[in-house]
């Protein structure tokens, strides 16, 4: 459990990894020799299934440890105080079997906060998700759009520095879809750092700043949105960039 006596954790930025190796069964799933994230407000990794580009956030995130190489937060080995500082939103999110209120008031209450300020900050979360009228919903009778919502709503109102999204998105309805897209680039204004995981080209071009190609647990690409999608450098980015498998 986090100590709740110091609310006020270190910074965690830039979200750095060298040389960063994952082995399984003798195949190399990841193959990073060096990422920095901590400029670019929305960044995001594209590539297709089995790229690595999951499991390489998971790993920035200090969710998943690496055979080989080092993960650093702010220059420093990942830390306690440091994870309150880094968010990590997976595509199936976990809830607890409480109210949606409840689910983040829990989240505040374990970084820190009192009683009263964790409320008043749950209160301000799900009001900026569109999610106030079921505050006292048990979070497991919400839609699949109403349960990505309350996670993002969750991980935001930690103030994260920087949050990892694994396709949030995914198999969400339209509506849904663009209301976490909202909560997406409100939170890039208000000042975290983004990074997306996902299929969908045309979120990347309306969202991110920044593109990172994957395959084959290596980085094929990396640089500006616009650079990628109208100027591809790789055969393989131009491949991707027309909708064309990558094999």
């Known amino acids: ?25 003798g195949r190399l799933l990841l193959d990073v020799e060096r990422i920095v994230f901590g400029g670019d407000a929305v960044t995001a990794i594209l590539g297709p299934n089995g790229a690595g580009k999951s499991m390489l956030i998971k790993t920035l995130a200090g969710l998943q440890k690496p055979d080989r190489g080092d993960v650093s937060w702010n220059g420093s080995t990942p830390s306690r105080d440091g994870y309150r500082k880094v968010g990590m939103l997976l595509q199936h999110p976990v809830l607890f079997r409480r109210s949606a209120i409840a689910n983040v008031i829990y989240a505040l209450k374990q970084a820190g906060h009192g009683t009263r300020d964790a409320q008043a900050l749950a209160h301000e979360a799900l009001d900026h998700a ?59 204004k208000a000042g975290t750092i983004i990074v997306l995981v ?17 395959h084959r647990g290596r980085i094929i690409e990396a640089g500006r949105t616009a650079d990628f999608f109208d100027r591809p450098k790789t055969p393989e980015a131009r491949a991707f960039a027309a909708g064309e498998i990558l094999l």
């Open 1 to 25: 459990m986090l100590d709740r006596t110091d609310t006020k954790a270190l910074s965690a930025t830039p979200v750095s990894g060298d040389n960063l190796k994952i082995e399984r069964s």
């Open 198 to 214: 996902t299929h969908d080209m045309a979120q990347a071009r309306r969202l991110s700043e920044r593109v990172l190609l994957m």
């Open 130 to 188: 569109g999610l106030s009228a079921i505050a006292d919903t048990s979070a497991r009778l919400l839609s699949g759009g109403e349960k990505q919502r309350l996670a993002m709503a969750r991980a935001l109102a930690l103030k994260p520095e920087i949050l990892f999204l694994d396709e949030p998105t995914a198999s969400l309805d339209p509506a849904s879809t663009l209301r976490i897209e909202e909560m997406i680039g409100a939170a890039a």
